[in-house]
């Protein structure tokens, strides 16, 4: 067996247990409580599931072993019966959920856009505002307004579809803007506002003004990671699709080329309905529903 190094970790009514190689490369973590895998790469899953299963069943006790024969000689002798086995322990509550369809859009931008206004203070913010500074809670700003502007597209995709908007995902500050649900499959939508700018793409290479950014993949990895939570808890296999939805560039929107393997797709904020709605049925009306009751639950991408 493998000699996993697997760390405990028990706070604030957490408990957690934290695996790593025998070369000290972090696989991600083990929710005791909620019975889940978490790891930030995706293909250490496979390594977290073996190093938590192989820990969890080197603490497991060995049964005790069978009690011998009575000697047939000596049946003068009582023999105890053996002790009646105990009752497998209860599964967990399942933790509480909060319903995302009551979600805002852009309500996560808008929170972090605030408290990039109170750290400045009133006086700062009013003279950056005055003479346009990029400053972070203009990027925040901004970029809640792209959302809102997206989630008003998506109002026109009709009732086969389904919406969620500012899906927190995990714990260390993650979020979705958009998840849609519908006839077509399961699509993350990432939305980027930039006012006045230039923007490129060609393959894997998004370029805001000339400069590189990675909106591909972090796109491509964040319906990844949705696919995958999902599956788990739709009870079969579910694909999502990134979308990278544009808004502004007015000075300019090419595309030379979209991501060769299909799993992210950028379009512009006013052609999300229209790609959407053309894209073939690949679900049922069944599991549409299916795949949206679990998805609108928090536990679910926690």
């Known amino acids: 067996m493998t000699e996993w190094i697997v760390r405990r970790w028990a706070r604030y009514g957490h408990e957690r247990l934290y695996a790593e190689t025998p070369g000290g490369t972090a696989l991600g973590y083990y929710d005791v409580k909620t019975g889940r895998h ?28 069978a009690p011998s024969s ?10 105890e019966s053996p002790s009646p086995t105990p009752p497998a322990p209860l ?16 309500a996560a931008a808008r929170e972090r856009a605030m408290a990039e206004r109170e750290a400045q203070g009133p006086f700062k913010h009013v003279l950056s505002r005055l003479v346009g500074a990029r400053t972070e809670e203009r990027a925040w700003r901004i970029g809640a307004e ?22 927190r995902v995990g714990e260390r500050g993650s979020d979705i803007d958009h998840v849609v649900v519908g006839p077509a499959g399961v699509f993350t939508i990432n939305a980027k506002h930039h006012p006045h700018a230039s923007i490129w ?9 000339g400069q590189r950014v990675p ?22 296999p579910v694909t999502a699709t990134g979308i990278v939805a544009v808004m502004g560039a007015q000075k300019g929107f090419r595309i030379r080329a979209q991501p060769k393997d299909g799993a992210v797709v950028v379009v512009m904020r006013r052609r999300v309905c229209n790609h ?20 609108r639950r928090s536990t679910t991408w926690q």
């Open 201 to 209: 793409v060609g393959g894997d290479t998004f370029m805001v003004n």
């Open 146 to 167: 792209g959302e809102e502007a997206v989630a008003a597209q998506l109002l026109a995709l009709g009732p086969a579809w389904r919406v969620l908007h500012a899906i």
């Open 276 to 295: 959407l709605l053309s894209q073939p049925h690949r679900l049922t009306p069944d599991q549409v529903d299916t795949i949206y009751d679990v998805a």
């Open 91 to 106: 599964p967990p509550p399942r933790p509480a959920w909060h319903d995302l369809s009551e979600n805002r859009a852009g």
């Open 38 to 65: 978490h790891s930030d790469d995706l293909s250490n899953v496979p390594l977290l599931q073996r190093a938590i299963a192989d820990h969890l069943a080197a603490r497991t006790p060995t049964a005790p072993p």
């Open 215 to 236: 909106y591909i993949r972090n796109s491509r990895h964040e319906a990844q990671r949705a696919g995958l939570l999902l599956t788990e808890q739709a009870g079969f």
């Open 70 to 79: 009575p000697n047939p000689l000596d049946l003068h002798h009582s023999v």
